[in-house]
């Protein structure tokens, strides 16, 4: 008979889980608890798992825990409580071996500063113990990959600010890894840069890399991320594939509409009156945004009472949210 070990689970008492270690999860992290000194609560018991092969999106503002969370399960920062294991094992059990297999690229550049491009990325690949045949190879592969070619003969420190970021990113890739994290990788990164950066990494999650993944930005998590988490002041406030978020919200629905010889700020209390229960904001001097899960019923009596008082429309258009407006929504409400 075969045994599938992941559906394994062996209790002894309530607070002891053994887990088999062909676990199904990459990441497990269960009732993570980080406090810095004795108020600071960074992170407020959170929970989340991350399969093999996928590309784990973590969403937050400012100040959230993002970079805690990846500080703990990069085991640079040890947790207050809870129970973080990577590769089936646990963290501050097993440090070291993790180590091995993952890669880190933290929000904060780094570079060797008067070694030139080249250089640094073969010697990381030397500290890593790469052998030189396989360096030259990857070298070159890296160098086309993040479009250093042409500098790959200038020193670190007489580079823009991108291009630094280009090399901080090649280099982690310089290695093999089963799991990756990256730290808001893209910022300082220009649009094309940018997307070679996350369709390097989409190439990696094809041969089978495990990706963590953080940004503010909502389109790149929409590109590449498989599930996302969206963390607000320590907690975890929604879990989801980037559709299963829309889907979420899909009885929300965005109005913009845009009047002609009248100023939207005299019409607003009448825009109130029909759609009292929904967010009503004017946008620019002649338009508004209602956000509404009665969009049709709205945009009836809106007609209506425009007609009635002659105020004439230049556009009404309607459409779902963006995985953008729902996390500002969410994050907003939880405030
Ligand atoms: N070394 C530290 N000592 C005390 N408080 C800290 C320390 N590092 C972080 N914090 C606090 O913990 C909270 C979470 O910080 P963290 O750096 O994890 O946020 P983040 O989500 O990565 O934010 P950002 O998007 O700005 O990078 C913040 O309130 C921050 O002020
Ligand atoms: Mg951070």
Redesign the pocket.
Known sequence: MKITYYKLKIFIDSNILITPPENRYCINVSDLRKE??QK?I?LDRISFTVEYGKVFGFL??????????IKILTTLLNPTSGSVHIFGKEITKHGLEIRKRIGVIS?HPSSENNLKVEKALDLYGLLWGIGKQKRKEKVKELLDAFDLQEIRNTKNDELSIGQKRRVQLAREFIHDMKLLFLD?PTIGLDPSARRMLLDYIKSQVKKGLTVFF?T?IMEEAEYLCDEIAIINKGKIIAFDTPNGLKHKYNGKNIIDIKVKDIAAKTILPVINTIAFDDQVEVDSENSFQIKSFNSQQVITQIMEIFSKNKINIESITIKSPSLEEIFLDMVNNKK
Do not use: C, F, I
Request: charged letters at 15%; aromatic letters at 6%.
């Open positions: 810095y000194g600071k960074a937050g503002p400012n100040g959230a825990g993002k970079s805690t969370t929000q808001e953080t503010h």
